[in-house]
C-alpha cells in the first residue's frame, strides 16, 4: 500500500512528518470506512432523491450498478437514518369495473399459468383518473412475462372503446401469433361485450376473466396501476384529458417500461427485460 503522494512513499512521507509507519495505517484504518460511509451516503442520497418513489431494496440494486458493494440491509439502515425512507399513501379507487350485464363470462385459465416467453398472456385492467373538473379513466395491456405495457388509452367515458383502443395499440405493436396468447382480465362489460370479444377472436387470442371476489386473479395489472398511482398521478393536478394522456403515456412509454427497475425481473425494466429474453425465443 504506497499511493504516491507527489512523489513520495508512505514510508518517506512518514519519516519526514516525524510519525511511525504503524501510527500511519492505524489512522487509515480508522478514518477510511468513515469517509467511504460519507461518501456511499451521499450516493444515496443523490439517488434517493433523483428516484423518490424507491425503496431500499432498488436503491441498493441501482448503488450495485455504480460500482457500490453493498446489501439491502446496510442501505435500509442509512435510509432510516438519514430519513430517506419513501412515503407511501393510502389510495381510494373508485368504482371502474360494472360486472352486472348479460354479456358471456369466460373462465380463468390464467391462474397457475406458468409462463416461459413474450406474448403468452396478456393481462388488462382500467382505472380512474382525477382531472381538474371530472374523470377520466385509463385503459392498460400489460405482457405478463415481461410487466412491459403494450397497450393503454386515457379517455372521459367508460364505454368499450376505452378497452379497445387499448387493444389495437397492443396488437400493432406485438402483433402475436393466433392461438398462442391469453387475454385475461376482469368481468367487467368493456372486456365481455361484443366488440372487444369479436376483436379478440379476429387475433386468435383466448380471453379469461377472473372469478368472482378475487382480486389477486389480476395482481400483474393491479401493481402496474398501484405504480402508476404512485409514481406519477398521486399529487399532479392534470387539468385536461389532453394533458393527462401526454403525461401518463411519457411515463408509461419513457420511464416504467424503460428505466424503472422490477424485482421480479432481477432488477431490469421491462424493455431490458424484453431485450435479454428474445435472443432466445428467436
Same mark, same amino acid.
Given at each position: 500500500?504506497? =499511493? ?21 495505517? *492505524? ?30 431494496? *432498488? ?28 412515503? @407511501? ?15 358471456? &363470462? ?29 374523470? %377520466?379513466?385509463?385503459? &392498460? ?8 405495457? &403494450?397497450?393503454?388509452?386515457?379517455? &372521459?367515458?367508460? @364505454? ?15 402483433? =402475436?401469433? =393466433? ?84 424485482? %421480479?425481473?432481477?432488477?431490469? %425494466? =421491462? ?12
Amino acid at each position: 500500500m504506497t =499511493p504516491p503522494q507527489g512523489g513520495l512513499s508512505i514510508e518517506r512521507m512518514c519519516a519526514l512528518a516525524g510519525v511511525s509507519r504503524a501510527s500511519y495505517y *492505524r489512522h487509515w484504518r480508522r478514518v477510511a470506512p468513515e469517509r467511504e460511509q460519507i461518501e456511499l451516503r451521499d450516493v444515496l442520497q443523490r439517488l434517493a432523491v433523483g428516484h423518490r418513489h424507491y425503496g431500499y431494496r *432498488r436503491l441498493t440494486a441501482l448503488l450495485r450498478r455504480e460500482g457500490w458493494a453493498v446489501n439491502h440491509k446496510r442501505i435500509l439502515r442509512l435510509m432510516r437514518t438519514d430519513n430517506l425512507l419513501c412515503l @407511501r399513501r393510502r389510495a381510494f379507487v373508485p368504482a371502474t369495473t360494472d360486472s352486472r350485464h348479460d354479456w358471456r &363470462v369466460v373462465p380463468n385459465l390464467a391462474r397457475g399459468m406458468q409462463l416461459t416467453g413474450l406474448d403468452q398472456l396478456w393481462v388488462a385492467d382500467i382505472t380512474y383518473l382525477r382531472l381538474l373538473e371530472e374523470f %377520466a379513466f385509463l385503459a &392498460v395491456v400489460i405482457d405478463a412475462f415481461s410487466r412491459r405495457v &403494450v397497450g393503454w388509452a386515457v379517455e &372521459v367515458h367508460l @364505454r368499450a372503446a376505452l378497452a379497445v383502443a387499448a387493444l389495437q395499440m397492443a396488437l400493432a405493436a406485438r402483433r =402475436p401469433q =393466433p392461438g398462442q396468447l391469453i387475454h385475461h382480465s376482469d368481468r367487467g362489460v368493456q372486456y365481455a361485450c361484443a366488440e372487444y370479444s369479436a376483436l379478440l377472436g379476429a387475433h386468435g387470442i383466448q380471453p379469461s376473466m377472473s372469478r368472482v371476489g378475487s382480486p389477486y386473479d389480476n395482481a400483474k395489472a393491479e401493481s402496474f396501476m398501484s405504480t402508476l398511482k404512485r409514481e406519477e398521478v398521486d399529487g399532479r393536478a392534470y387539468r385536461t384529458a389532453h394533458e393527462a394522456r401526454r403525461s401518463i403515456g411519457s411515463f408509461i412509454e419513457e420511464i416504467y417500461n424503460r428505466q424503472r427497475l422490477h424485482s %421480479a425481473l432481477n432488477y431490469l %425494466a =421491462p424493455a431490458d427485460f424484453e431485450a435479454t429474453v428474445a435472443p432466445m425465443l428467436v
